[in-house]
């Protein structure tokens, strides 16, 4: 099997979960995501991500890419979901960065891992700037969004943002809703040098 293109990829999803009336309706996909960054020098240039795509959809995706019906994905049907999850990276996996206000796109974005963890489809980022951004000089602003409003990406309860690494209490990220179409928050981050 070809790999998906993203429109056919939420086409089956759609067609597992809704009847074809519901199929107008948006967002069809709930997505919990969070960024972790590790902080240990002013100067970042990748950090993570996760999704966790909600119980319709994961069990959908389970049931479409289990071809031998065992309850899970190995071989084959490990490498096929991989292959339309990738398609998603037309989208950067719906990552949405600015430095200094200034809308900027990643150099990359990857998934390193991904796995059925309490019935729901977990996801692991890695998103890559194309320079580093030195947070004492310069704000990094992160979101997830989908302008098209097929996923509702969702920031975790805890927060969009979870920060660590030695520098990580100098930092101080701010969250405000966001105002563009399908961006729920923003996280702002900058970072104080050391007095």
């Known amino acids: 099997m070809s790999p998906f293109s993203v429109l056919r990829f939420i086409g089956l999803v759609l067609g597992a979960l809704l009847g074809a009336n519901q199929a107008l309706a948006h967002p069809h996909i709930w997505v919990d995501s969070q960024y972790q960054i590790t902080v240990d020098s002013p100067a970042i240039q990748t950090f993570d991500a996760t999704w966790s795509m909600d119980a319709f959809t994961s069990l959908s995706l389970l049931q479409n890419y289990d071809t031998n019906g065992d309850g899970k994905l190995t071989g084959e049907e490990r490498k096929e979901l991989l292959n339309g999850l990738r398609n998603l990276k037309k989208n950067d996996y719906f990552v949405q960065l600015k430095v200094n206000q200034k809308t ?28 580093p951004v030195n947070l004492y000089q310069s704000t990094l602003s992160i979101a997830f969004g989908d302008s098209d409003y ?23 990220p701010i969250s405000h809703d966001g105002k563009e179409r399908g961006i729920e928050t923003w996280v702002d981050l900058t970072c104080e040098p050391a007095q």
């Open 104 to 131: 900027v796109r990643p150099k990359d974005v990857e998934i390193t891992h991904f796995s059925f963890k309490n019935k729901l489809l977990t996801v692991d980022l890695k998103v890559t700037l194309k320079a």
């Open 150 to 172: 097929y996923f509702a990406m969702v920031p975790l309860e805890e927060g969009l943002l979870r920060l660590s690494g030695k520098l990580a209490e100098s930092c101080t």
